[in-house]
């Protein structure tokens, strides 16, 4: 959300707003806050912008690597997807891929 930091300290006086923190845990999260800080700069904001568009093709590359695994049968359209790992980290896909093309 480009501005966002510019409203942090608003959001900090309201101790009922989107944005309470316990001054003394501040120590605790410094280090969360400053990643959060530097992800919102405009690098962060480049890799935001890639996901979100890579974002509306998930739903047919899903179809497509499960249909290739063989296991389409396996899969029911909730609207959600709930993942986990059982085994060894598949190697990563093959940049010709089309699911892949749009992966930064």
């Not at 410094?30 to 974002?55: D, E, Y």
């Amino acid at each position: 959300m480009p501005g966002i930091l510019w409203r942090v300290p608003g959001m900090l006086r309201d101790p009922l707003g989107p944005l309470a923190i316990r001054w003394g845990y501040l120590p605790k999260i410094a280090p969360w806050l400053l990643r959060f800080v530097a992800a919102s700069g405009p690098p962060g904001r480049g890799q935001l912008h890639r996901a979100a568009r890579a974002v509306p093709a998930l739903p047919r590359c899903y179809r497509l690597l499960t249909e290739a695994a063989g296991i389409a049968h396996m899969i029911r359209d909730t609207g959600w997807l709930s993942v986990y790992r059982t085994g060894p980290p598949s190697p990563p896909p093959k940049r010709s891929s089309p699911c892949s093309a749009g992966a930064g």
